[in-house]
């Protein structure tokens, strides 16, 4: 069948479905209607098959099914989905323009495209809220408007009492059903005077009454953060104005505006949280009038008789009980176990389940116990599952897929189990709208941490020498001299009066002292001089002159 003619046969079922709830005096919306028809393809026991086209036959069977689980008036699975359905349909996370124009600029505004319009329009609007705050601060106008911070002090904490307080209450009686499922368990006579397994829904309803209140209690706890953040921002922006303007006359548009245009956007942020405060608790009224099934299959006097030698534990003592148990790694070589102390992002894992105890509700077929972290998330096909003891630890870890098809398959039963459990991954057809932001949170991983140590070497390398090493300064600039080649260089220089004074200059030199040195001596001694007499030298009565040497030198001995 091509896709938009099985798109109009299913839109005619819907329609079918709901006149004819219509004229049994039911209204059923078409979202509800659309919903109960895949809970009822889905379940098994209605015997349809997914792979084969719908006859006339299946689909008078499918809208006969549909209209009678509608119609269940005391079904606490069909109030379940039609919470479901609203709180998708009305759930919102974090959820009157008036302009004056002076006249000579309105032909130019009338000029300017759509887009820029608008956008003068909005900057303009902005401004002209943000004098009229200024005003109201100063006392000089800005009547009608109301103070919003007062009225978000207000609500914020009414509202926030008034969650805690019906929190409170549905924890108190979804621990009493808990008790009490567990009481039938262990004493099967007890199932032909009580239904377990409308206990049992009404166990899901008044848990997933407990997780939207949860949701919307902690979307007001951050209303109320960033309403405080705004009043100090909107304090500090009155008064850097006042700062500006003081008892000034004119005061330059370009220093205002802007002020004047972040004063109205912190009020419309103001008026966007009271319009939140509004919603959400409007939302969490409503949310009541989804559990008037408890009342009529449950009355105070029923579930008081159902209590007797039974002890009902909270959430938080059953998880005390078993904080001393912890799964022994030695057990599981081929399975990932993180624990507090290994897993630095411990807190934000993603638990299947919403952290309730896969092998508690696959064995029980449908109890719902909180998993305790403490003894060990499993880590199975890129998924994390607690336990709420040891024992159903290394059960589940035995065969984790026998479990996790058990606990789908009672999903199909109870189509509520689906949203309850978040079980949209498997069952992709079902994933309502408000969860679809959720879906990158399954890709969270663990970020395990130990302890380590390594060592390393002294010297890795071996020691080398450099022989080239100078550490004198003085060497150091005689080398440097050297390769200045400053021999055939020459430096001028040039001081002036007002650059003498500039840097301190220092030289060195070798201090003065005194020295003597000796290169002669006087001295004498009593050698005898030596005498040399030549006679004849005048000659005599021969023509020829003789000359006679004669020695007169006396000997030393004789001095």
């Known amino acids: 069948m091509p896709p938009t003619q099985a798109e109009s046969v299913i839109k005619n079922i819907i329609r079918e479905i709901g006149q004819e709830c219509a004229t049994h005096g039911e209204i059923a919306s078409e979202t509800v209607v659309a919903f109960m028809v895949k809970a009822v393809v889905l379940d098994p026991s209605n015997g349809f098959n997914m792979d084969r086209t719908l006859i006339k036959s299946d689909v008078q069977k499918l809208v006969k099914l549909c209209v009678a689980r509608l119609l269940d008036s005391k079904n606490p699975s069909l109030d379940t989905i039609k919470m479901q359905v609203y709180f998708d349909m009305n759930y919102t996370s974090r959820a009157a323009l008036q302009s004056v124009f002076p006249q000579a600029e309105l032909g130019t505004f009338l000029t300017l495209s759509k887009k820029d319009k608008e956008r003068q329009l909005k900057e303009l609007t902005m401004i002209v809220t943000g004098i009229r705050l200024f005003n109201r601060d100063c006392g000089k106008g800005g009547e009608g408007i109301d103070d919003l911070p007062a009225i978000l002090h207000e609500a914020i904490p009414t509202t926030t009492q008034h969650i805690d307080s019906q929190l409170q209450i549905a924890q108190d009686q979804a621990f009493r059903y808990t008790a009490i499922l567990e009481k039938v368990s262990k004493n099967p006579l007890m199932t032909k005077e009580l239904e377990p397994y409308m206990l049992k829904e009404a166990l899901y309803n008044i848990r997933q009454y407990e997780i939207f209140l949860q949701t919307v209690l902690s979307d007001i706890i951050t209303c109320a953060q960033e309403v405080e953040m705004m009043i100090k921002q909107f304090a500090a922006q009155l008064e850097q104005l006042k700062m500006i303007v003081k008892s000034k006359t004119a005061v330059p548009t370009s220093q205002v505006f802007p002020i004047f245009i972040a004063l109205a956007s912190l009020w419309m942020s103001f008026q966007d949280e009271t319009v939140l405060i509004s919603v959400l608790s409007n939302l969490t009224t409503n949310l009541e009038l989804f559990l008037g099934t408890h009342e009529l299959l449950f009355p105070e006097k029923v579930i008081h008789g159902l209590l007797d030698d039974v002890t009902v534990k909270s959430d938080i003592a059953r998880i005390k009980e078993h904080m001393d148990e912890r ?87 109870n189509a509520e189990l689906i949203q309850l459990l978040e079980l949209h991954q498997q069952f992709e057809t079902l994933i309502p709208y408000s969860q679809m932001r959720d879906v990158d949170k399954h890709y969270i991983k663990p970020i395990t941490k130990c302890e380590n140590s390594t060592q390393t070497d002294t010297h890795i390398l071996p020691p080398t020498t450099v022989r080239s090493y ?29 650059s003498h004074m500039r840097r301190e200059n220092s030289s060195q030199v070798y201090p003065l002292k005194d020295a003597g040195t000796q290169s002669k001596r006087d001295g004498n001694s009593g050698v005898p001089r030596p005498q040399i ?27």
């Open 533 to 559: 007499f030549i006679a004849g030298l005048r000659g005599g009565q021969t023509k020829t002159t003789y000359g006679v040497k004669v020695n007169l030198t006396r000997a030393v001995d004789e001095t």
């Open 470 to 498: 100078e550490w004198n300064e003085w060497e150091l600039r005689r080398q440097a001299i050297k390769l200045a080649n400053l021999r055939q260089k020459m430096t001028h220089s040039v001081q002036t009066d007002l």
């Open 327 to 413: 799964v022994h790694l030695p057990d599981f070589r081929k399975m990932d176990w993180f624990f507090p102390e290994t897993t630095a992002n411990f807190d934000k894992l993603l638990i299947q389940y919403r952290g309730f105890c896969g092998y508690t509700f696959a064995s029980t077929d449908g109890l719902l116990l909180p998993g305790n972290p403490s003894i060990g998330i499993l880590k199975h096909k890129e998924k994390y599952y607690t336990f709420n003891t040891r024992d159903a630890a290394y059960s589940f870890a035995e065969n984790p897929e026998r479990y996790i098809n058990l606990i789908k398959e009672k999903a199909k039963k």
